[in-house]
């Protein structure tokens, strides 16, 4: 599941939101000690700025596409650019279903 931290941003290419991913299993329960490797991928009027999980002890770079997740969960964060419109954020995972959100820059 993606959750944006807010559903618009200004489109000035400074304005960014924080959006939270959770694993769940297939009974929609949260899994704490889920450790997935997540894509991410941000297409339209935004670009993904970072990525994170928290767990100081992770080595993946913070400026890809890609975090492990870590006590199930990661963050991408996602930057508005100068052009008003959508931005879709998807997060990909093996043989998890896709998880999509989305976000408008006014």
């Not at 670009?47 to 928290?54: C, P, Q, R, Y």
């Amino acid at each position: 599941m993606l959750t944006p931290d807010r559903e618009t941003l200004k489109a000035n290419r400074q304005d960014i939101s924080y959006v939270s991913v959770q694993l769940f299993d297939a009974n929609n329960v949260p899994v704490p000690f889920a450790e997935n490797m997540i894509e991410f991928e941000v297409s339209g009027a935004g670009k993904l700025l970072s990525v994170g999980n928290g767990n100081q002890q992770s080595h993946t770079p913070l400026k890809g596409n890609k975090m492990e997740a870590w006590l199930g969960k990661c963050l991408a964060i996602v930057q508005s650019t100068d052009i008003k419109g959508e931005i879709s954020i998807t997060a990909k995972s093996g043989q998890l279903p896709v998880a999509r959100a989305t976000i408008i820059a006014e």
